[in-house]
């Protein structure tokens, strides 16, 4: 599914899922700390939201951003193609999100590839669950993350292993982008 093709599913899925809750935008509004108004224009389809927005509502719902797309597409088969792997892109920063292996009821895990452009800085303020379990390998590329205060700098073949807590911030350098893999253990 390409990056326009989710947009008016993940709009649904949003209105669904706060409906569901039995949320207004102002209690959303409250628990997530994106305002009513940007709230509403994504149910309506007016704006596309931002990685650090779907993670604020994510958590709201103790959602991963990944899970919340998975929602949004409804469909799982054991075999995911390249050509079929969702993707996302934060039109703010140039983030691009692909869903690798997408979550499912009967699987622990799931896997999401990341690519950043050089400069990129993208700040999740809080986890989409408290203590949830990453496991990130740089590719490509230069980053550094922070996680819960904490700083690493990875180059390509590191591996961080971390549990989420607090505030994560994924950065690149002016002069270099960054691609990964993070797999999410339930």
Request: charge should be neutral; hydrophobic fraction near 40%.
């Amino acid at each position: 599914m390409g990056f326009d093709e989710i947009g008016p599913k993940l709009a649904e899925r949003l209105r669904d899922l706060r409906l569901q809750a039995g949320f207004s935008l102002e209690v959303l509004a409250d628990k997530s700390g994106v305002s009513r108004a940007t709230l509403s224009r994504l149910e309506n389809v007016e704006v596309s939201p931002t990685a650090e927005v779907l993670g604020r509502i994510c958590s709201a719902y103790g959602l991963s951003i990944s899970r919340l797309l998975y929602l949004a597409e409804q469909s799982f088969t054991a075999l995911v193609p390249l050509a079929q792997q969702a993707r996302w892109q934060d039109q703010k920063t140039g983030f691009q999100r692909r869903s690798v292996s997408p979550p499912s009821q009967d699987l622990a895990g799931e896997v999401i590839g990341g690519e950043l452009p050089a400069g990129a800085r993208i700040a999740y303020d809080r986890p989409h669950r408290p203590g949830a379990e990453h496991h990130l390998v740089l590719t490509k590329g230069r980053l550094t993350l922070t996680s819960d205060g904490r700083s690493h700098v990875l180059k390509p073949g590191d591996c961080l292993r971390y549990k989420e807590y607090g505030a994560t911030i994924f950065e690149t350098p002016a002069d270099a982008g960054a691609s990964y893999f993070i797999f999410l253990v339930a």
